[in-house]
């Protein structure tokens, strides 16, 4: 698509932080099939400061690793493994390992499925199963990042991902400058939130859960609905100026979120039309904001969740739509 390209925001953060922040998004999903999640650093120096973009980096793994776990039957293990292969300057070559024991893929789906969208393999052995937009997105992410990702499988032997990943590490000093800075900057747009009533569109759980905590810290009172549908019908059934805000996923079961947009945009009531009404995708394409846009809603925020983004373009969207109101 040239009309939409996905493009990273890198930012110093500590190197353990960004691993322990991943394993732990997994374990709680890999909780309820009863998987073992394990977490294996060969050599590499977790403990160090890394310029990178961590939403894309969380985003490639955690498709990777939920992946995993969803083609992992119950008791079984995923296995994320990190390596360092050598350094170049402050640059470290890495090698990061996403193994499982679930049921594979055959040679011909590796060969033309696997990383292509909402690929699905039609098996005697195995259930039916689909990619998604996930793997296409978490390579497409890796390239971007100019890394490499690669994949070896076999029918009922599970699979294994590896990605060549290099990251630049920041010295201790410099780290901690642009964190405070980048700090500062995010604790304004959070002390804005204080009080405000925002309505979560979003049908998976965990991420709803994710954003629900974020925002409480701010001091934001939310409500969490799980589809299109009962998101419509929480804003109908809301007096008017209940809700400053909603956050609305785009890909949703029932009624997906471009649909919702449009039925509360053509409400007749004084904040059908001036809500703000935020995206939320996993798809950061330049084209998904046109179409969101388009549905009538105000802004866009990539998943996973970009916590000094959220708060910023939240407090943007507030600030606009309380000028609007005193005009």
């Known amino acids: ?27 709680t999903q890999a909780k309820r099939k009863d998987i073992e999640i394990q977490f294996h650093n060969l050599n590499a120096n977790l403990d160090c400061y890394i ?5 894309r980096v969380k985003q490639v793994f955690i498709n990777l690793l939920s992946n995993a776990v969803k083609f992992t039957s119950e008791g079984g293990l995923v296995l994320c493994e990190v390596e360092c292969q050598g350094h170049t300057d402050m640059t ?34 195995t259930v039916n199963q689909g990619t998604g937009l996930g793997l296409l997105i978490a390579k497409m992410l890796v390239e971007l990042m100019g890394g490499t990702i690669e994949v070896e499988s076999e029918l009922g032997s599970g ?14 000093a410099q780290a901690e400058q642009e964190i405070h800075e980048a700090q500062a900057e995010s604790g304004s747009a959070m002390d804005s939130l204080k009080g405000c009533k925002i309505l979560i569109v979003e049908d998976y759980q965990l991420n709803a859960e994710i954003a629900t905590k974020l925002l409480q810290k701010a001091g ?39 649909e919702a947009t449009k039925r509360i945009r053509a409400m007749d009531r ?3 039309k001036k809500i703000p009404i935020i995206a939320m995708t996993a798809n950061a394409y330049i084209a998904d904001m046109e179409i969101s846009r388009e549905a009538g809603m105000n802004a866009h925020i990539s998943k996973p969740i970009n916590l000094k983004r959220m708060y ?16």
């Open 220 to 258: 934001c009172i939310v409500t969490w609905k799980s589809n299109g549908q009962e998101g419509v019908e929480e804003f109908e059934q809301s007096k008017p100026h209940d809700y400053d805000l909603i956050l609305m996923d785009m890909r949703m079961p029932v009624m997906d979120g471009l």
């Open 270 to 272: 004084p904040d059908a």
């Open 92 to 125: 470290s070559h890495c090698v990061i390992k996403v193994k499982d024991t679930g049921i594979g893929m055959s040679e011909e789906f590796l060969k033309n499925g696997v990383f292509k969208a909402f690929s699905q393999e039609h098996s005697t052995d």
């Open 1 to 27: 698509m040239e009309s939409g390209k996905m493009t990273l925001e890198n930012q110093v953060v500590y190197g353990s932080s960004l691993t322990d922040g991943i394993i732990d998004i997994i374990r």
């Open 159 to 172: 699979t294994e991902f590896i990605v060549h990943m290099d990251f630049e590490r920041v010295e201790k």
């Open 51 to 55: 310029r990178t973009d961590p939403v």
């Open 312 to 327: 910023e373009t939240i407090a943007m969207q507030l600030q606009t739509s309380h000028e609007s109101k005193e005009k």
